[in-house]
């Protein structure tokens, strides 16, 4: 069989191509990843509540297994992610007040810095603190109730104090819809005149085929560029579904797949466009098989098939028209 086309050699006079991924991903689809990647993300090994379930007790296994393949195959790796609504546990917020959950959130960046700093490109700093609905910037979270809309930038002084070199992200969803964009901007806008803190946008990329707008892409990449920050694609993926769809049916038909194909295809088009300010352009999983779509929103829903491999770790025709230009 001819040996297919190497996505992050395709990529490389344009950003870094990359993949979220877990340990035992590596060692069952290690050889996809290191040839295919040129950056990894940890799906959840990095996160708050799997790496630090209690103040003394840290789980760095699996982290650490991450990293070490990163170096031992050259590959970048982004830190995902520090401050968050999910995935940290409840003993964070305990207590209630301002000081403590500050000074708990300096302590785990320090130690998250000291460990991995060295193997970490660019890290997620904030992830999903702004609200898809209504008038307010800021998601009620409990890091909200607790911190204020002060928030965000206190999180980005505290990253910058203890790293001061570090590449720091900002890391959203919906973040082509206008109403939530707005709001990103303006969150941005807090974070330049607090002193510069933010160095990147991340556009998760949580998409699917029936509503792309890809005037809003284009739209989008230039908003955000024009604050100043570079743009990392963090999460990329393309639902089969719509995500207002919650019926189980099987969306795999060859019309889908062909109109999935397109969209990559002038989805990455535009991305090339952007180069200068396209840090990197990194899929929420490997292989469809690995897509944490499946079984979201809907369980037993037929399988979905969001990425660029198939389950079997074979390029789909999405994957051609992404490496052929
Ligand atoms: O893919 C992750 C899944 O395994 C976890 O169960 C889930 C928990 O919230 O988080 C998923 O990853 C999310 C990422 O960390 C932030 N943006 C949305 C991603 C998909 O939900």
């Not at 069952?28 to 990843?33: A, E, Q, S, W, Y």
């Not at 968050?84 to 960046?109: C, I």
């Not at 965000?152 to 570090?166: D, I, K, T």
Request: glycine share 6%.
């Amino acid at each position: 069989m001819p040996a297919i086309p190497s996505l992050k050699e395709r990529y490389r006079d344009y950003f870094d191509i990359g993949a979220a991924i877990t340990p035992q991903l590596l060692q069952t689809k290690g050889d996809l990843i290191k040839t295919q990647f040129s950056s990894l993300t940890a799906e959840n090994q990095m996160k708050p509540g799997p790496i630090h379930p209690a103040p003394d007790t840290w789980a760095f296994e699996d982290a650490d297994a991450i990293a070490a393949f990163a170096r031992e195959h050259n590959l970048h790796l982004r830190g995902h992610t520090l401050v968050w609504h999910n995935q940290t546990p409840e003993w964070f917020y305990e207590g209630g007040d301002k000081d403590t959950l500050l000074s708990r959130v300096k302590a785990h960046m320090q130690v998250m810095f000291d460990r991995y700093a060295k193997d970490i490109i660019a890290w997620d700093v904030v992830n999903e603190a702004v609200a898809d609905q209504g008038d307010e910037i800021f998601r009620d979270s409990r890091y909200h109730q607790i911190l204020g809309d002060n928030l965000v930038v206190r999180s980005f002084e505290l990253a910058r104090e203890l790293l001061p070199g570090g590449y720091f992200v900002y890391n959203d969803y919906n973040e082509i819809m206008p109403a939530k964009r707005t709001k990103i901007l303006a969150l941005l806008d807090m974070l330049k005149s607090a002193g510069n803190l933010v160095d990147a946008f991340g556009f998760q990329c949580h998409w699917n085929i029936h509503d792309l707008d890809l005037d809003e892409l284009r739209r989008s990449i230039e908003l955000y560029a024009a604050k100043g920050v570079h743009l990392q694609m963090t999460e990329l993926d393309l639902s089969l579904y719509a995500s207002s769809d919650k019926e189980i049916y099987d969306a795999a038909t060859p019309e889908n797949l062909a109109l999935q194909a397109d969209l990559y295809g002038k989805i990455f088009a535009i991305f090339r466009e952007y180069k200068d300010v396209i840090d990197s352009v990194t899929f929420w999983g490997a292989t469809d098989a690995d897509s944490w779509l499946q079984g979201f929103p809907v369980r037993n829903r037929p399988y979905n098939q969001p990425l660029l491999f198939d389950g079997e770790c074979q390029p789909k025709e999405c994957f051609r028209r992404v490496v052929e230009f």
